[in-house]
């Protein structure tokens, strides 16, 4: 069966202007990508799902199942919105939902292998995997990313002489009661990112180090020897300034985090990567747009199924639109 136009030309790296033209999407701002024609698709509960990396890739999910599929997006304001220059586009149309759990994300890869897309429905997830269609637009997600800090980023980058060697370790809410007895929540040893480190120092004598933690101060120690260069301060928002840092590094190391994940599809082109490995007890190498599914480094994932099978309608939406009616609300 042929693609429709919008879909063969998205998975060539291609989507279509305001004026109709199809064009590379690395040479697009998000604003100048036409508006979707056929249908709509929203996620009401963006904001809720998760904190500032799991929100920004649920926006990118959204915009780019919507860029692909000739749809536009409904959405609310949410809190990691803001940070990247988000447009809230109010969603007020009562639409059946599609939903995934947390670590469903790589069930919800089967979205992007339907035969005719779904539109006029409304995502909750995490959506934290990446399918391969968005690969060459790597350069339009960095831009739909983007934060104002960015020129900060690259003039503190070039204030560091030599090779730059990153590493994020996610501590902080990890130790949730909440979270006790999920794999994939369970903390990766320091050891393996100081012997990671190790090896990565040994490579350049003129290598500077970047630590990138909720719980800096903790884990500092480790890597005294190293001397790490001080917490970038180019951003008043800590998250940010570490995001960036973390992303203008040559080599960057990360564990079960979306947030280092994140930097490293932030990062220009070229940065090597490594992810922690709860099977092989180590950092390996990776490339986080081509790592999938991301999740099975540290636990089981879902298998794909038919998006359809989780499709629901919003019963207690019509219950309460009927409340209002029947007292003129």
């Given at each position: 069966m042929d693609l429709p136009a919008h879909i063969a030309e998205f998975d060539r790296g291609r989507i279509r202007r305001r004026d109709g033209v199809y064009v590379n999407s690395a040479e697009l701002e998000p604003g100048e990508i036409a508006t979707g024609t056929s249908g709509v698709v929203s996620m009401r509960n963006l904001g809720l799902n998760g904190r500032m990396a799991n929100q920004l890739l649920q926006w990118a999910f959204l915009n780019f199942y919507a860029w692909r599929h000739d749809l536009r997006i409904e959405a609310p304001a949410f809190p990691a919105g803001r940070l990247v220059g988000a447009v809230p586009q109010p969603a007020f149309d009562d639409l059946p939902t599609i939903a995934y759990g947390p670590f469903e994300?790589?069930?919800?890869l089967a979205l992007w292998e339907q035969p005719t897309p779904f539109a006029n429905v409304d995502f909750d997830g995490y959506f934290q995997e990446l399918p391969e269609c968005w690969v060459p637009h790597r350069e339009l997600?960095?831009?739909?990313?983007?934060?104002?800090?960015?020129?900060?980023?690259?003039?503190?980058?070039?204030?560091?002489?030599?090779?730059?060697?990153?590493?994020?370790?996610?501590?902080?809410?990890?130790a949730d009661p909440v979270h006790?007895?999920?794999?994939?929540?369970?903390?990766?040893?320091?050891?393996?990112f100081v012997d990671?480190?190790?090896?990565?120092?040994?490579?350049?004598?003129?290598?500077?180090?970047?630590?990138?933690?909720?719980?800096r101060d903790a884990i500092l120690p480790a890597f005294a020897r190293w001397n790490p260069l001080p917490v970038a301060t180019f951003a008043a928002d800590e998250r940010i300034a570490d995001l960036l840092a973390l992303s203008?590094?040559?080599?960057?190391g990360f564990g079960n985090s979306s947030y280092g994940r994140l930097a490293?599809?932030?990062?220009?082109?070229?940065?090597?990567?490594?992810?922690?490995?709860f099977n092989a007890k180590a950092l390996v190498p990776c490339d986080t747009w081509n790592d999938r599914p991301f999740w099975a480094h540290f636990g089981?994932?879902?298998?794909?199924?038919?998006?359809?099978?989780?499709?629901?309608?919003?019963?207690w939406r019509k219950r309460l639109k009927a409340w209002f009616k029947r007292r003129g609300i």
């Open positions: 994300d790589a069930a919800a997600f960095r831009k739909l990313l983007r934060f104002s800090a960015e020129q900060a980023a690259d003039a503190w980058r070039a204030q560091i002489p030599g090779k730059l060697i990153a590493v994020h370790v996610r501590r902080g809410d990890l006790a007895g999920i794999a994939q929540f369970a903390p990766v040893p320091v050891d393996w990671w480190v190790a090896g990565e120092m040994a490579k350049a004598s003129d290598a500077k180090l970047y630590i990138a933690s909720d719980s203008r590094a040559d080599v960057l490293g599809l932030l990062a220009a082109d070229g940065q090597r990567q490594a992810v922690a490995d089981s994932v879902a298998a794909k199924d038919d998006p359809a099978s989780r499709l629901k309608t919003r019963p």
